[in-house]
């Protein structure tokens, strides 16, 4: 679960 919280983290620092 960790990884998917930390690849949205990644996800949304990238799209801003």
């Given at each position: 679960m960790q990884?998917l919280?930390?690849?949205?983290g990644?996800?949304?620092?990238?799209?801003?």
């Amino acid at each position: 679960m960790q990884s998917l919280i930390h690849l949205c983290g990644l996800a949304l620092g990238g799209i801003e």
